[in-house]
């Protein structure tokens, strides 16, 4: 195994997010109280109290993840699908993190190769590099809104091509891969007999497209390959990070026994209290007030931050974001780019707004990019982007650009 690289996203976080007076770098829509989340719920007769039951006994539970919330998760992937997705075809895990690892620890090792979406979260293409697989990564095109190109996804092709990594939505770009590209890495992964994994942790988090678009990307589990696999969570479109639930899905039952397998190394079972708040979010009575109210957030939030990159179109340009929580903006003077880290730093130093460089966080092709993430409580924005503006007038030009 080679030695892991640092984390860096998770560790700009770390060191950065605990000091910052206004968090411009959040990328969970803004997170909610178990009081908001009944508040919201069309179940009238509920209260706090009663999404836990104080005199159920503490024991590991059903130890795949609670019935409850693994039914919840199999409507939700069964809704508008002719075949259902069984229950027994999900497997709770603490935050989608925890099933990023398990798939990538199950299915990829030496002597495999890797093809992975490319900006994208560190540890879907740094861990299978660390189990000894090879590791290529499919890149988005910033000129075309984004867009990987297909064409040069078959070209990465090879005969030991184990397992496709998609991330859709895009952290960072906000980006989404289209159904029609989907049906084509779906028709080339299959003609292969390739696995593919999507995160869709920012899934359904969707603000620029609507269900009515010829474009709007199902979940991968609902395109009819059983080879397909899904992480998700509640932490980013369900504003319940705090929770640490996620889950792996797949149609393959041989895959989630395969990660089942893996899983008894490290989890056994995930809080009961924490299963049993998750299955009340994502209830029939509660899961639509609360992805409205954050798909609500993140339209008025994005609005405000599209003013703000106009009135500096001078010195930033982006592709707006489709869905997702997050936004890629590129900073430049004079043409070049700016020193992303140097921005981030004297910025949060000088006015407490956290934002993230995206060439630390992302890779060093993105230089001059930093990270927002817009979908925080609509005050805070606000005072951001009035410090952001402030500080573009004083601090930006003495700046060091990128070397
Ligand atoms: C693409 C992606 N996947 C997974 C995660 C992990 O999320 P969690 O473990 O909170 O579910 C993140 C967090 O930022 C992410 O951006």
Same mark, same amino acid.
């Given at each position: 195994m080679a030695p892991i690289p640092p984390f860096a996203v998770e560790q700009w976080m770390d060191e950065y997010e605990t000091k910052?007076?206004?968090?411009?770098?959040?990328?969970?829509?803004?997170s909610i109280s178990i009081n908001e989340l009944v508040e919201l719920s069309?179940?009238?007769?509920?209260?706090?109290?009663?999404?836990?039951?104080?005199?159920?006994?503490?024991?590991?539970?059903t130890t795949r993840g609670s019935n409850e919330l693994r039914n919840n998760l199999s409507a939700l992937y069964s809704s508008k699908v002719g075949t259902p997705l069984s229950p027994d075809n999900v497997l709770i895990t603490p935050g989608a993190i925890a099933a990023n690892h398990l798939v990538l620890y199950s299915l990829t090792g030496p002597g495999d190769h890797v093809i992975c979406h490319y900006p994208t979260y560190q540890q879907l293409y740094s861990i299978p590099a660390t189990l000894g697989a090879e590791v290529d990564l499919w890149k988005s095109n910033p000129a075309n809104n984004w867009l990987p190109d297909f064409e040069s996804l078959k070209s990465l092709i090879k005969e030991n091509t184990k397992l496709i990594i998609l991330n859709n939505?895009?952290?960072?770009?906000?980006?989404i891969l289209p159904r029609s590209l989907l049906q084509k890495i779906i028709d080339l992964a299959e003609s292969k007999q390739i696995t593919i994994l999507s995160d869709e942790v920012y899934r359904p988090l969707f603000h620029g497209i609507t269900p009515m678009d010829k474009d709007f990307p199902p979940s991968i589990l609902s395109m009819g390959y059983k080879n397909t696999i899904v992480t998700g969570s509640l932490s980013k479109a369900y504003s319940l990070a705090g929770l640490r639930v996620g889950w792996i899905a797949s149609r393959s039952p041989e895959i989630i026994e395969e990660c089942a397998k893996t899983r008894d190394y490290t989890t056994i079972s995930v809080s009961q209290l924490d299963q049993s708040v998750a299955a009340f979010a994502l209830s029939q009575d509660t899961i639509h007030s609360l992805l409205s109210r954050n798909i609500q957030l993140a339209k008025a939030n994005l609005e405000l931050l599209e003013r703000w990159i106009i009135k500096h179109d001078e010195y930033c340009s982006w592709t707006k974001p489709v869905a997702g929580t997050t936004a890629f903006i590129k900073f430049e003077r004079d043409g070049k780019p700016i020193d992303a880290a140097a921005l981030c730093k004297d910025l949060q130093e000088k006015t407490g707004v956290m934002i993230l460089p995206g060439d630390v966080g992302f &890779?060093?092709?993105? /230089?001059?990019y930093v990270r927002v &993430?817009?979908?925080? /409580?609509t005050e805070i924005v606000k005072e951001s982007l009035e410090e952001m503006r402030k500080y573009m007038r004083k601090?930006?030009?003495?700046l060091p650009l990128s070397a």
């Open positions: 910052c007076k206004y968090q411009m770098a959040e990328t969970c829509c803004a069309d179940n009238k007769q509920i209260k706090p109290s009663d999404l836990i039951d104080l005199s159920s006994a503490q024991g590991y539970g939505p895009q952290n960072p770009t906000g980006a &890779g060093e092709e993105f /230089k001059g &993430g817009y979908v925080n /409580k601090g930006y030009d003495d």
